[in-house]
């Protein structure tokens, strides 16, 4: 029924010159952070089993 998934972490330093330090290094911020974002999302749904969103939702109001 779930797909069982292994996540590899590997840390690396920025003066590596592996091709995915320098891939990523030449895309532009808006491509890094869509990429980040997709990670963001995949992880919450495999820990939480929901999408991510905000709990409860607050109104400011100003009074006089």
């Known amino acids: 029924m779930f797909e069982k998934r292994s996540i590899v972490i590997t840390k690396t330093s920025l003066k590596s010159s592996t091709s995915d330090v320098a891939y990523w290094r030449s895309q ?3 491509v890094r952070l869509a990429a980040l974002e997709t990670i ?4 919450h ?4 089993h ?3 969103g905000f709990q409860r939702v607050y109104t400011i109001v100003k009074r006089a």
């Open 28 to 30: 532009p911020y808006a």
């Open 40 to 43: 963001r999302r995949e992880f």
């Open 45 to 48: 749904q495999w820990k939480y």
């Open 50 to 52: 929901a999408e991510p």
